[in-house]
Nanobody, 124 residues
Framework: QVQLVESGGGWVQAGGSLRLSCAAS????????MGWFRQAPGLQREFVAG???????NYADSVKGRFTISRDNARNRLYLQMNNVKPEDTAVYYC??????????????????WGQGTLVTVSS
């Protein structure tokens, strides 16, 4: 099992930028695919972006062209650069990781480790 801790959330005006980080500890060498999810008030948690160890990425249509996911394998860190944010991006953002070594998790979103979340609020 790994532990994931998100940081970088906060308040931002529409059109602005924010960078989220996720630090992995415990057994970081076991981590394969990592991803970001979000949950807005009253809604189900939804996929935002995912990335393999080799850097292949997958994005939700709602964030394509605005958000960029990246990772630093040496430092066991995951990032989400959020540009041109919109009020509908307001949500709690969660970091997720797969420790089973399945690369298809990039598309199936079946992660087994989750962080506690960080709140992002976008004002109009």
């Amino acid at each position: 099992q790994v532990q994931l801790v998100e940081s970088g959330g906060g308040w931002v005006q529409a059109g602005g930028s924010l960078r989220l980080s996720c630090a992995a500890s415990g057994r970081p060498f076991s981590i394969g695919v990592m991803g970001w999810f979000r949950q807005a008030p009253g809604l189900q948690r939804e996929f935002v972006a995912g990335i393999t160890e080799g850097g292949s990425t997958n994005y939700a249509d709602s964030v394509k062209g605005r958000f960029t996911i990246s990772r630093d394998n040496a430092r066991n860190r995951l990032y989400l650069q959020m540009n041109n944010v919109k009020p509908e991006d307001t949500a709690v953002y969660y970091c997720a990781a797969d420790t089973g070594g399945a690369s298809w998790v990039l598309y199936t979103h079946e992660y087994d480790s989750w962080g506690q979340g960080t709140l992002v609020t976008v004002s109009s």
